[in-house]
């Protein structure tokens, strides 16, 4: 949450992005989102460590495609 608003940070070409949602209903064991991001869109999971809107980041799991 920042200044009331709900955010995730979206994984782009090694950067991680601060990106403004929407969200729904509640569902077991997270909450829909209705709109600030699309099918296909890369979410960074753990993004405690990141500060700042913009950080470059990179993949330790094996999910790069």
Do not use: H, M, W
């Not at 989102?33 to 809107?53: A, F, H, M, T, Y």
Request: glycine share 12%; proline share 2%.
């Amino acid at each position: 949450y920042k200044n009331g608003n709900k955010y995730v940070y979206l994984y782009n070409n090694a950067t991680a992005v601060l990106t403004s949602v929407k969200i729904g209903r509640e569902l077991l064991g997270g909450y829909e989102v209705v709109s600030g991001i699309k099918s296909g869109d890369r979410v960074v999971l753990n993004p405690q460590n990141i500060n700042g809107e913009v950080c470059n980041v990179f993949v330790v799991s094996g999910a790069e495609k």
